[in-house]
């Protein structure tokens, strides 16, 4: 099983809000969102939108949404 991640990250390695699913059309979807609604002064303090995958709803922050 693959599960993409999609995470806002500050300037800190702080995970801002995080969004979890199965479906990799949903999660690219996400990550565009969670990109164009960085404003350029977050961009310019080293904020980022990060996706990724993982195999396990057990690699997955607690703290994210988990959409099935």
């Given at each position: 099983?693959?599960?993409?991640?999609?995470?806002?990250?500050?300037?800190?390695?702080m995970v801002y809000a995080c969004?979890?699913?199965?479906?990799?059309?949903?999660?690219?979807?996400?990550?565009?969102?969670?990109?164009?609604?960085?404003?350029?002064?977050?961009?310019?303090?080293?904020?980022?939108?990060?996706i990724r995958t993982v195999s396990?709803?057990?690699?997955?922050?607690?703290?994210?949404?988990?959409?099935?």
């Amino acid at each position: 099983m693959t599960i993409w991640v999609n995470e806002q990250i500050d300037p800190s390695g702080m995970v801002y809000a995080c969004i979890a699913c199965c479906n990799e059309s949903q999660a690219q979807e996400c990550h565009e969102s969670f990109r164009k609604n960085l404003t350029p002064m977050q961009k310019a303090e080293g904020w980022i939108a990060k996706i990724r995958t993982v195999s396990s709803w057990d690699e997955v922050p607690v703290n994210a949404l988990k959409l099935n």
